[in-house]
Nanobody
Framework: QVQLVESGGGSVQAGGSLRLSCTVS????????MGWFRQAPGKEREGVAT???????GYADSVKGRFAISKDNAKNTLYLQMNSLKPEDTALYYC????????????????WGQGTQVTVSS
């Protein structure tokens, strides 16, 4: 069973930075697409950033140029570097994994962490 644990959340002022980490307990970490999602109170969960098996990344328009997703296969760890944070970024951030049977495609994300809170004050 795949288990994911997020860390690195906290409270920062607008313009600040945070780096989220997600450790993944999976036999073959490199076989999964990985992603970061977030959910603010009263809002639907939205995708923030994704990275596939070969390192191709994708970002929501709202975070392009500010956030960067990366992974370390040797450490089974996913990261989200968040810079120039805005109050609108305040949310519970989730790490997620998706089975990937092909190098360039991801199945639906069906493994989720418990979430880590990010709060950005103005």
């Amino acid at each position: 069973q795949v288990q994911l644990v997020e860390s690195g959340g906290g409270s920062v002022q607008a313009g600040g930075s945070l780096r989220l980490s997600c450790t993944v307990s999976a036999h073959t970490f490199s076989n999964y697409c990985m992603g970061w999602f977030r959910q603010a109170p009263g809002k639907e969960r939205e995708g923030v950033a994704t990275i596939n098996r070969v390192g191709t990344t994708g970002y929501a328009d709202s975070v392009k140029g500010r956030f960067a997703i990366s992974k370390d296969n040797a450490k089974n760890t996913l990261y989200l570097q968040m810079n120039s944070l805005k109050p609108e970024d305040t949310a519970l951030y989730y790490c997620a994994a998706a089975p990937s049977r092909r190098l360039t495609a991801c199945d639906p994300y069906n493994y989720w962490g418990q979430g880590t809170q990010v709060t950005v004050s103005s």
